[in-house]
């Protein structure tokens, strides 16, 4: 098993260009996520998903949108770059253990984005 | 004030010591609770999940308060592969991460 990979490593952009990162899990995981991580802050939740064709806002979710259209996909797209998006973002997955709550997160090993 | 606290550290110890992380959240509707390690620009891994008797997974000890709303790491005879941010995670629904605690172990 893979686990969960991210594509691309790593990436830079000019402001105003769009770009689309995507996380695939194989793992049969309901639960995916995308995170941000910048200095000094943790990890942010950006968006994520309780199964295919479902996506919710996180606690960050401003200038972003996902789409998740197979179980196993999780894209997140930036329509605009800005330079306060330059940051790593991490994709998760988890199993649903009951109702709302998730067993442990898995994370891919992370994209590293710079908008100039 | 964020919803899960840590001490930033760093955190510099000689091998061989002990070493110990607390971490606060301000939810008393969390669920449950763990610790995750991150090595320098790779993912974070969960490293142990948080009880509240206590639990143990070799060198490592975790502590849970929910009264005082306290979760603690503890790191017995430190290795210089202990070197990483340790991560406190709280879920109430969704995971809440706390911006970490880095450790520094030295010849």
């Known amino acids: 098993n893979a686990g969960v990979t991210q594509t691309p490593k790593f990436r830079v952009l000019k402001t105003g260009q769009s770009m689309t990162l995507l996380c695939a899990q194989d793992?049969?995981?309901?639960?995916m996520y995308w995170y941000r991580q910048d200095p000094g802050m943790g990890l942010r939740l950006i968006h994520y998903s309780v199964g295919e064709g479902t996506t919710a806002k996180g606690e960050v979710p401003d200038g972003y949108n996902v789409s998740r259209l197979k179980k196993q996909n999780f894209l997140l797209g930036l329509e605009s770059a800005a330079p306060s998006q330059t940051s790593v973002y991490f994709c998760?997955?988890?199993?649903?253990?009951?109702?709302?709550?998730?067993?442990?997160?898995?994370f891919g090993p992370g994209t590293r984005l710079t908008v100039l | 004030r964020k919803e899960v606290e840590q001490d930033p550290g760093p955190f510099n110890v000689p091998e061989g010591a002990t070493v110990a992380f607390n971490c606060t959240y301000s939810n008393s509707a969390s669920q449950s609770f763990f610790w995750y390690r991150q090595d320098c620009r790779k993912e974070p891994k969960l490293l142990m999940s948080?009880?509240?008797s206590g639990n143990e997974d070799g060198r490592f000890t975790a502590q849970l308060n929910r009264a005082s709303q306290y979760i603690s790491l503890l790191i017995r005879d430190s290795k210089l592969s202990d070197s990483a941010t340790y991560l406190c995670v709280v879920n109430r629904g969704k995971l809440i991460f706390g911006q970490g605690t880095e450790l520094s172990v030295k010849p």
């Open positions: 948080v009880y509240s």
């Open positions: 793992m049969n995981h309901e639960y």
């Open positions: 998760a997955s988890s199993f649903l253990l009951r109702d709302w709550d998730t067993d442990t997160q898995y």
